[in-house]
């Protein structure tokens, strides 16, 4: 069953391993084709998936296709095997899919770079690593792909080597994800230890009847493998890589860093619900923790410059609506919402991709201006990717987001605290990022740069996502009745007109807002920043969260290095060291002194030798 | 001529070549003391040998004589050899094993 499967990771990772080893051979256009013909593979494999589930040609709930048994040790046995159910389906359709058209977008916005076919290379590594993290049918291969896109994306976010910044960031997410990887491989000896398996089916049908709701195991599995989670998807506190990693090419912040690997701790709650389930707190903690960074990041999105950072910490806030509805028992909302916000946050990176590529690698928002007549067609694509974002009514966020909302106050443990602040992070998701759309589009424009359109392979792909941003909101019932096979229950639709019309407000509230400040004219802006100083200075700096890391961890560890270097290695260790060489030498320099090289001091000491013997054994 | 005769001779020899190995910086010198320490063994053993009417004594007197003769051609050209390369005989001068 579902062997076929195997070649959605086969494909990416056989583009990955002919690209690394034949592609400086070979020209840009065979090195794209091959890059994207790998990607489109998977795809092509994964609707076929998708279609024999739709027509109940298979199991509805999916199954396992095995390889063959590759470890066994004692009681502990790991098959190869690949696990294709419609929640991995779904998600194989947000990266391959969305991964198909990045790569196309790729070829266009990489063109001139000297390292194309590297490029493409990673690409590929990424979306077999991303594959594998989804069709792992138990927890160790779930952590190899998960420590696999990490490893993708610090390649990716440090492409440009060359500059300091960027191999900074990808240092900085590659620990950050460490640190998750850590807290999933703790997860798993626990989970092994008291279940005796690492298979998802085994596990969750064995924790059903081994853990009683909030049981001390329970809660520690939970909570490391939210370490993992939170690392992945930038939430608090494990958020800081996310923003830095907007040194990478803009098609890996539209791919990695938005739609697809980010969503990975969304991913790993929904696939472990029955294990969240039995672990209520946790559920409670996630929730907090995403409506939290979901106001945390919008707020510090209100006053970046840099229009890639702005959407960055745009994807942070969604993530954290996202992890809400996880956190609520609402995991079909949470899928729908990962996959409209993949579209239209992938259509947006990519919008503003274009506006970089056609600005010269220009990124502040206060160098643009009045693109809106320069490039048409990306105006028009950012528009609808901001309106989604914002959920401007009948946009595909709308629905997701609408129904997030309204069910962080109707779910069983919704209250209206989390319902305020989910609505409080709605509003300054139409204000950010309408703020740079009115920075980048409206206006005149502020430098001298003659803005160009971009090249057709690059608007294609734009077109597309623009297409998928303003439809995708009415598969919500398709995707509900999909998913219900894995998650076992619908989403639900609480009928609260007048929560509805204020959900449905926030984000126009937000528009409104940004309306209020960027059109008509500056002086408001100014007297705002002058009465809100402290506020903004603290949002620009980032909450000093940066600042705080770096004094409480960092700094600290440096130095206790420095002070372990100077007293424990110079003091301790080397001393140490050389005092055995300098006693050594001074012994034998000693032992030396006998050899004086005189043959009749030799002789004489030979003779008193003998002849001290003699005496002994003559006279005693 | 009794037995204390006999030791004290070859002690007595045994003696003026250690004396001489000790003293003297001519390894050629030195040699002929080492020649004279041997020779008081065998001076001894073949004394004893002819107290205890054994001829045992004075084999090993014999085999030590040739073994010193063997030596003796080593030991010549040995320093035979130094002369040559050092142009100077002076034990004293030969340390260059020195620790």
Request: net charge neutral.
């Amino acid at each position: 069953m579902f062997s076929y499967c195997w070649f959605i990771l086969i494909s990416p990772l056989a583009g990955f391993v002919l690209l690394s080893w034949f592609g400086n051979g070979m020209s840009r256009q065979r090195a794209g084709f091959l890059g994207c013909a790998s990607v489109g593979i998977s795809f092509l494999i994964t609707l076929i998936a998708l279609t024999s589930f739709l027509l109940g040609g298979e199991n509805e709930k999916g199954g396992i296709s095995t390889l063959y048994n590759w470890v066994t040790a004692g009681s502990f046995s790991l098959n190869m095997s690949i696990l294709v159910d419609p929640l991995s389906v779904f998600m194989l359709l947000i990266i391959t899919g969305v991964g198909f058209v990045i790569h196309v977008y790729s070829i266009g916005y990489m063109e001139k770079d000297p390292e194309f076919s590297r490029f493409f290379s990673y690409l590929n590594f990424f979306i077999f690593s991303m594959s594998l993290l989804v069709l792992a049918a138990d927890f160790f291969f779930l952590i190899v792909g998960w420590a696999l896109v990490g490893l993708a994306s610090y390649l990716l976010i440090g492409f440009w080597k060359e500059k300091t910044s960027a191999v900074l960031a990808a240092r900085k997410a590659f620990v950050m994800n460490v640190i998750g990887d850590v807290g999933m491989v703790i997860a798993a000896f626990i989970i092994f230890d008291h279940l005796g398996t690492l298979s998802f089916l085994e596990v969750f049908a064995a924790a059903k009847t081994t853990f009683r709701p909030n049981d001390d195991t329970i809660l520690l599995i939970t909570v490391f493998l939210l370490v993992g989670a939170f690392a992945k998807s930038a939430q608090i506190p494990l958020h800081t890589w996310l923003a830095d990693a907007m040194e990478g090419p803009t098609p890996v912040s539209a791919l990695i860093h938005a739609a697809t690997m980010v969503t990975a701790g969304v991913y790993l709650i929904a696939r472990c619900h029955v294990l969240y389930e039995l672990a209520p707190f946790t559920m409670y903690l996630i929730a907090t923790v995403g409506v939290v960074t979901a106001i945390f990041a919008g707020s510090m999105a209100m006053v970046q410059y840099d229009i890639k950072r702005v959407i960055a910490y745009s994807t942070m806030s969604q993530l954290g609506f996202m992890f809400l509805a996880v956190g609520l028992g609402m995991y079909s909302i949470a899928m729908f919402h990962l996959m409209t916000h993949a579209f239209f946050k992938a259509l947006l990176f990519l919008s503003a991709g274009s506006v970089i590529h056609g600005l010269n690698e220009e990124q502040d928002i206060r160098k643009m201006g009045g693109l809106r007549h320069s490039m048409p067609i990306t105006h028009i694509t950012f528009l609808i990717g901001s309106l989604a974002l914002a959920g401007f009514p009948l946009t595909s966020g709308f629905f997701s987001k609408e129904a997030i909302l309204i069910n962080s106050y109707h779910a069983d443990m919704g209250n209206i605290v989390f319902w305020a602040m989910a609505i409080l992070g709605a509003i300054m998701t139409g204000f950010y990022i309408f703020r740079v759309y009115f920075y980048a589009f409206s206006g005149q424009p502020r430098t001298d740069v003659t803005a160009h359109e971009s090249p057709l392979i690059m608007i294609a792909p734009l077109g597309l996502l623009a297409f998928l941003s303003l439809t995708a909101g009415f598969g919500g019932g398709m995707i509900d009745d999909f998913l219900v096979n894995y998650f076992g229950t619908h989403m639900s639709h609480p009928d609260d007109v007048l929560l509805e019309t204020i959900g449905l407000s926030a984000g126009l509230i937000g528009i409104v807002g940004a309306v209020g400040f960027y059109m008509t004219g500056k002086d408001r802006l100014e007297f705002a920043k002058q009465i809100l100083a402290p506020l903004y200075d603290l949002l620009f700096n980032k909450y000093y969260i940066d600042e705080i890391y770096d004094f409480l961890i960092v700094k600290p560890t440096r130095a206790t290095g420095a002070f372990l270097e100077k007293r424990a290695e110079r003091l301790g260790i080397d001393f140490a060291v050389d005092q055995v060489g300098s006693q050594v030498r001074e012994v034998s320099r000693l032992i030396s002194l006998w050899q004086s090289g005189s043959v009749r001091l030799y002789a004489f000491n030979m003779i008193v030798g003998v002849v001290t013997i003699l005496m002994f054994v003559v006279f005693l | 001529m009794g037995h204390q005769f006999v030791l004290l001779i070859s002690a007595t020899i045994f003696c003026v070549g250690a004396a001489g190995f000790l003293i003297r910086k001519n390894p050629l010198i030195m040699f002929m003391s080492v020649e004279l320490m041997l020779n008081s063994v065998n001076f001894l053993l073949i004394g004893f040998s002819s107290f205890q009417k054994s001829m045992d004594g004075q084999i090993f007197a014999l085999m030590i004589m040739t073994v010193a003769a063997a030596e003796v051609v080593v030991g010549l050209a040995i320093i035979l050899t130094i002369f040559r390369t050092r142009h100077d005989m002076d034990v004293d001068h030969i340390n260059t094993l020195k620790g």
